[in-house]
């Protein structure tokens, strides 16, 4: 069974920085894009960051130039990189990887969440 466990997040400061990571486990042949999204209260689920498995990279509007998505394909870990941090990037943020799996001899590739991690940022 494939899982995505993330850890990081926290309270900080507006203007400060914060870390999250993101690991793949279970039994699986590959992992393709992996990214992360995020919610906030009353608001739709947005994506942030995504990374492919070559290292191609995109970012939303809001993020770009302070945050940083990377990824160790060794360790199936996908992170972000959060500096300059502002209220309004407080959310809850989910980890997400489009992961290849074998079903009945079947290569079978669909999208996975992660649990979420709480994200505040103090004015």
């Known amino acids: 069974q494939v899982q995505l466990v993330e850890s990081g997040g926290g309270l900080v400061q507006a203007g400060g920085s914060l870390s999250l990571s993101c690991a793949a486990s279970g039994s699986f042949l590959s992992i393709n894009a992996m990214g992360w999204y995020r919610q906030a209260p009353g608001k739709e689920r947005e994506l942030v960051a995504a990374i492919t498995s070559g290292g191609a990279t995109n970012y939303a509007d809001s993020v770009k130039g302070r945050f940083t998505i990377s990824r160790d394909n060794a360790k199936n870990t996908v992170y972000l990189q959060m500096n300059s941090l502002k209220p309004e990037d407080t959310a809850v943020y989910y980890c997400?990887?489009?992961?290849?799996?074998?079903?009945?001899?079947?290569?079978?590739?669909?999208?996975?969440w992660g649990q979420g991690t709480q994200v505040i940022v103090s004015s």
């Open positions: 997400n990887a489009d992961i290849a799996t074998t079903r009945a001899w079947t290569r079978v590739t669909r999208s996975y």
